[in-house]
């Protein structure tokens, strides 16, 4: 074999290969492109001057304005359990918290709370709380955060949040309150409830079937919660499955009362 016999057997085994390369490249890139065409299509933004400046926000006519019977359905608080909540996540005479270096918080520090109330009293998604409050979705992600590792620094451990079964001094008490609403009822301490919180589905066939409410017909997380006279939570069952009936959760509270 000559040299240039030689020299266009190499050519032939190496154009084949490179070609091949380029045209991978190529079609890579037309696959990227796109994808990125098709997810600038699909992308939608809420901007600033598609809602209204806090101070005409829904949320501020309803704090400054609102009936109580208004203000409860919406913040699943009274006015006076608002401001105690307020006042202890925000101490008076302190600076607004959540703390912030830059700009100020388009909302107040009641808003910050209103926001988290609504975000987790709600099935609420943050495009719906934006409208509401008057702020785009940056912001109210970055709200949540905070007054989520707020919330959870200041009650974590404090008295107003903590769960206790009464003491037999307090049982009595119960029950005499009860006995004076209800002269007929000499044996009742409390009121037992259950409520359904809907969660997001999951690819896992076994925890979502697990998770899932026929009543509900959704995905949710079951929980009791038993209430004394005075209205506040002394037992609890909570974070179980949908699928688990109120009924099912009851079992653990009986035991203990059988049990003294």
């Known amino acids: 074999m000559t040299h240039s016999d030689q020299s266009t057997s190499r050519m032939l085994s190496i154009v084949p290969a490179s ?3 380029y045209r991978v490249k190529i079609l890579a890139l037309i696959l990227a492109l ?3 065409s098709n997810s600038l299509r699909e992308r939608t933004w809420l ?15 309803l704090f400054h304005y609102g009936d109580p019977s208004s203000f409860l359905l919406m913040t699943g608080l009274t006015r006076e359990a608002f401001n105690m909540l307020h006042d202890l996540l925000k101490p008076p005479g302190h600076p607004n918290l959540p703390k912030r270096t830059g700009r100020k918080w388009s909302l107040s520090s009641e808003g910050h709370l209103g926001l988290f109330l609504l975000y987790i009293g709600s099935t609420m998604n943050y495009k719906f709380l934006c409208v509401i409050f008057g702020i785009t979705p940056n912001p109210c992600l970055r709200m949540l955060r905070n007054m989520l590792k707020l919330v959870v620094r200041h009650l974590r451990f404090h008295p107003i949040a903590k769960i206790e079964f009464p003491t037999p001094e307090k049982i009595a008490l119960f029950a005499s309150m009860v006995k004076n609403r209800e002269a007929a009822i000499d044996d009742v301490i409390g009121f037992m409830d259950g409520v359904a919180l809907k969660t997001e589905c999951t690819s896992e ?6 998770f899932y409410s026929v009543y509900e017909c959704d995905t949710t997380v079951n929980n009791v919660f038993t209430y004394g006279p005075d209205g506040k939570v002394f037992l609890s069952a909570i974070n179980f499955p949908g699928s688990w009936a109120d009924g ?11 049990g003294g």
Do not use: D, G, M
């Open 19 to 21: 070609s091949t390369q």
């Open 34 to 36: 796109c994808a990125y």
């Open 47 to 61: 901007y600033r001057e598609a809602v209204l400046h806090p101070s005409k926000s829904p949320w501020n006519h």
């Open 205 to 210: 066939r076994v925890t979502q079937n697990a």
């Open 248 to 258: 099912s959760l009851c079992v653990r509270f009986f035991i203990r009362f059988e």
